[in-house]
């Protein structure tokens, strides 16, 4: 079962008028995020214990990542923020939130938001989603430059599940680090793809 990471921040969202699933606690939850200054590495240690090794297709994880032919990639995140979709033995695929502006990583969050088992905002709450379901739906567009592929061997940190409570929070959290090309210029490519694929 995931743990919340965040109490004090849950105990003040509980106080504001707004229920989990409303628009303005979603706004209330990445205002005070985009707030906050926070490491990836801090992040990891803070979660110590209450990290999950396994979680299923839906859930969102967060990791430290090594890619294996980080020689050839134009760029990569060494700390990826994903949705898993799928995984077999070796490999798992997952929508890497950070490779979009804020703006965008709001709208496809939406949209993921559609597709919920249940509207709990626990431990059941996760997206029935998969790669079939998005590349169908022209809706999901967004989710085009997030799809990655990642190699289990090469996690190099404890993986750590966030509660979905806590999703739209740590969705905002300035914790992408962007190896062989800035932040905004990645995000500017993801823009481009996405608009391209519109037309």
């Given amino acids: 079962m995931v743990a919340t990471l965040y109490s004090d921040l849950l105990r003040d969202a509980r106080n504001t008028k707004y229920k989990y699933g409303d628009e303005q606690l979603r706004d209330w939850f990445r205002d005070k995020a985009l707030e906050t200054s926070k490491t990836p590495t801090n992040f990891i240690k803070e979660a110590g214990e209450r990290s999950e090794a396994r979680a299923g297709p839906g859930r969102m994880l967060f990791y430290n990542y090594d890619p294996k032919h ?103 959290l300035p914790l992408a680090r962007f190896e062989k090309s800035r932040q905004r210029d990645v995000w500017t490519e993801s823009v481009d793809m996405i608009m391209k694929g519109r037309r």
């Fill in 70 to 172: 980080k020689a050839t990639l134009p760029y990569y995140d060494r700390f990826p923020l994903i949705f898993k979709l799928s995984e077999d033995a070796t490999h798992f695929l997952g929508i890497n939130l950070h490779y979009l502006p804020p703006i965008y990583r709001a709208r496809l969050l939406d949209m993921l938001y559609d597709t919920l088992n249940n509207k709990k905002f626990d431990s059941t709450t996760k997206l029935k989603i998969n790669y079939q379901i998005l590349n169908a739906a022209s809706k999901f567009s967004y989710f085009r430059p997030c799809i990655k592929k990642y190699l289990k061997s090469h996690v190099r940190s404890r993986m750590v599940e966030i509660h979905p409570k806590e999703w739209d929070y740590v969705a905002f």
